[in-house]
C-alpha cells in the first residue's frame, strides 16, 4: 500500500487516497470494467459505472418542509421507507422566483435518494434542465440556492440530489473518514455517480422537464469531482459547469491502480470532447488552489471556458449570474437528435 501513502501524501484528496487504498481489491464491478478494457479508454469507465436502467423510475413527491429547504446547515436526516409509492403532484413551496418539489426515488443499489425540483415560479414548462451536485459536507438544498435563481429567470429547473451520507441521507463524511472504512468510501464514490446519472433518468419521465436537447450538469466543489466523471460517460450530458472544481497529480505510479482512475478527472474529462465545459474558479481558493482549477482546465478538451473571480472557496453571486448565462447560451446552441425513421 505504499502508493496509497505517496498519493495521500502528494496531493491530499480523499477518494484518490481511498482509490489508492484499495486499489488491489477488485470488487466485482472492476473486475467487469478490466475485462477487455484498458486503463485510459472510455469503455473502462463506462462499464465501471454501468447500472441497470430501470423501465420506470418510482417517484414519491411530496410539498418541502422548511428543513428540506433550509439553506444553512443539514436537513434531519428522514427514515428511509420500505417502499416507495409514486405521489403528486404536490403543490411547491415558493422562494424568491423558484418553485421547489420535494421527490425521493431507489436508486440502483436499492438507497433512497431525495431531492428537490426547482422550477420558474408561477409556469407549466416544459423547461430544460441543469443537474446540480453539491459539495462536501453541503445538501441539495444549498447548491439549490446557489444556482437556482439565475437559472429559474432564464427559463431553466434545476433538479439536485443529495449524494450519499449527505442532506438527508444516513451517515456523515466525518463518521466515515474517521472510521477509515474505504472500502465503503468507494463504493458510495461508484453510489453517487450512479445516483448522478439516475436523476437524468427521473427527469426523463417527468412532463414538465424538457430533455429533447439533453441535460446540462453543474456541480459546486465536490460536486464539480463527481460531475468529470459522470459527465463524460453520459452521453444524455450536453455541457457542464464546474464551479470550483480541480485536480490533484496522484503522480505515474498510482495513476497505474485501476481504482484510481474510476476517481480521477484527470481520467474521465478528456471523454468529453466536444462538448462545452465552463469552469468557475477563485484566485484566492485555499481549498481547491488555483493550480489544482488550472490542472482540470488543461485537461479538459475543447470547447471550454474558465472564468476566475477575485474569491475563496466561496464563490460571489455573480458566478452563478455567469453560470446561467453560460447555460442559456449553449442550450440555444443544441439541436434535438435527429429522428428515427
Known sequence: MAAAVVLFHVNKHPLLYLAATAGLLLGPELAVAQAGHALGDASFLSAYFFYSKPDKVIVEETTPTEDQIRFYGR????????DIKPTGPAAPTTVGPVDIRHLRFRDADGDIVPALLCTPKGKKGPFPLAVAVHGMNSNKAQVCGQVAPALAKRGFAVLAPDMPVHGERPGSPH?????????????????AIIDIRQCIDVAEARPELDLSKGVILAGYSMGSWLDSIAGPIDP?????????????????????????????PLEALPFFAGRPLLLLNGRHDQTVTPEMADRLFAAAPEPKE??????????????????????AQQWAKLTPPAATK
Open 175 to 191: 463518521d466515515l473518514f474517521a472510521s477509515q472504512d474505504w472500502i465503503k468510501a468507494l463504493r458510495l464514490h461508484r453510489r
Open 236 to 264: 444524455r450530458v450536453k455541457a457542464m459547469v464546474l464551479m470550483v472544481g480541480g485536480a490533484t497529480d496522484p503522480g505515474p505510479v498510482v495513476k497505474k491502480l485501476p481504482l484510481v482512475a474510476t476517481a480521477d
Open 75 to 82: 436537513p434531519d436526516v428522514v427514515e428511509a421507507p420500505a
Open 306 to 327: 474558465q472564468k476566475w473571480y477575485d474569491s475563496g472557496h466561496h464563490l460571489p453571486d455573480k458566478a452563478y449570474e455567469d453560470a446561467a448565462k453560460w447555460v
